[in-house]
Structure formats: structure tokens, C-alpha cells
């Protein structure tokens, strides 16, 4: 019933930076929660950033003061914008949200996007 769609990854290199989106659409109520996680070949999926609807954010120590989140409400799109990117920071970036669909809005439901890859060459 919600679809993410990521988009803005792909190569670059080290000490640049890039600006991966992520739009959610469908049977949206509510958005309480988007995040960006990453995983790299044999590395488990990492929290990297999060925004909560009452605009809490949250970063994994590698990232901060490097990647900002922020998202805009009126169209369900949260953005990760990296700057300085290292090495270390390729990996696949997957977009999740947890939302409130319009059927059952007393519970909330996780949902993944499909994954953007980012190659940061040095």
C-alpha cells in the first residue's frame, strides 16, 4: 500500500558529495518516522539517519557533521544530503519509512525502499 522511491546515488569521488531522495506515495495517513539505512558487502544494514515527524533527528556517529537529513512533508520526501563522502561510506542506501496507511491508522507499517548504490572512489 506505500511505495519509497529512492533516487540520487552513484559515483563519485572521495570529498565530494551527493543528494539521494526518497518519495513515498500510496495510502499514506501519516509519516512517523523516514530514515536512511546502508549496507556494504558483508556489513549488516546500518542506521545511518532518521527525522521523526516532531523533526527529531538522528545520526550515526560516522556521519555527523558530513550528512544532513531533512524531508518535506507536503510531498512524503525525505533527502540525505552527503558531503565530504569517504571510502568507507559506499554501500547500498536503502530508504525506510514507517508510516500510518489511511485503512489502519491505529497501527503503523515498515516499508523499505529498493535501494540506491553509492560508490565514493578514492
Known amino acids: 500500500q506505500v511505495q519509497l522511491v529512492e533516487s540520487g546515488g552513484g559515483l563519485v569521488q572521495a570529498g565530494g558529495s551527493l543528494r539521494l531522495s526518497c518519495a513515498a506515495s500510496?495510502?499514506?495517513?501519516?509519516?512517523?518516522?523516514m530514515a536512511w539505512y546502508r549496507q556494504a558487502p558483508g556489513n549488516e544494514r546500518d542506521l545511518v539517519a532518521s527525522t521523526t515527524s516532531g523533526n527529531t533527528t538522528n545520526y550515526a556517529d560516522s556521519v555527523k557533521g558530513r550528512f544532513t537529513i531533512s524531508r518535506n512533508n507536503a510531498e512524503n520526501t525525505v533527502f540525505l544530503q552527503m558531503n565530504s563522502l569517504k571510502t568507507e561510506d559506499t554501500a547500498v542506501y536503502y530508504c525506510h519509512s514507517i508510516v500510518k496507511i489511511i485503512s489502519q491508522t491505529w497501527t503503523s507499517y515498515s516499508y523499505w525502499g529498493q535501494g540506491t548504490q553509492v560508490t565514493v572512489s578514492s
Open positions: 500510496g495510502s499514506i495517513f501519516s509519516i512517523v518516522r
